[in-house]
């Protein structure tokens, strides 16, 4: 009996230094992935949705990733915007309205601007854009998201058949954490 216990001990303690080194593993090579990636001129620049503050405000990480995607733009990456993001709990407008009244403001034309107001999550963000690109004749687009959040939406592009790049703005000089870790999880266990 002890040395089943013993075995059991053993095996349950192999098993758990493999899931950390894994996690451990992941958790480095989102935060690698996310830094390196570059853009390449493009048919679309694809902002990922977040959350809607206030009243129609982009949150602050949805401002951030429309800062990124309007750089893009002014330097001639691409010359249209797909906006991703459906209306989420306690939001008043689609993240795609915010993300495009905001780019109004900014002086960009509603005329390349195409709206995903539809979206609840990642996969279904780019699944619709993806839709927008085939209805405009768009082949190559440039996601933009954020740094953790980038190797996720760039393996579901790739299970989509699209053709893309990427771009992350500011790069914060520590990672965050939490935001790493549920990309690992989601990575990891996420099916569609």
Avoid at 20 to 27: E, G, M, P
Avoid at 55 to 62: E, I, N, T
Avoid at 65 to 75: D, E, F, G, I, W
Avoid at 95 to 116: F, I, N, T
């Amino acid at each position: 009996m002890r040395v089943r216990f013993r075995n059991v001990v053993i095996i349950a303690g192999v098993f758990l230094v493999l899931i950390t080194l894994y996690v451990v593993w992941k958790y480095e090579q989102i935060n690698s992935y996310g830094r390196s990636i570059k853009p390449v001129k493009s048919d679309a620049i694809i902002v990922l949705g977040a959350a809607v503050v206030g009243k129609d405000q982009p949150s602050p990480v949805l401002q951030e990733r429309l800062t990124s995607a309007l750089t893009l733009y002014r330097q001639h990456y691409a010359s249209s915007f797909i906006l991703t993001g459906g209306q989420g709990v306690g939001e008043s407008i689609a993240e795609a309205e915010a993300s495009q009244r905001y780019l109004e403001s900014k002086g960009v034309p509603s005329a390349v601007m195409y709206l995903d107001n539809k979206s609840k999550n990642t996969w279904e963000n780019l699944f619709n854009a993806k839709q927008i690109m085939q209805k405009q004749g768009m082949h190559t687009a440039i996601i933009v998201t954020d740094f953790y959040h980038q190797e996720r939406a760039q393996l579901y592009a790739r299970e989509l058949g699209m053709n893309t790049s990427g771009y992350v703005g500011q790069i914060p000089p520590m990672t965050n954490p939490k935001e790493t870790l549920r990309e690992v999880i989601a990575i990891t266990l996420e099916r569609h």
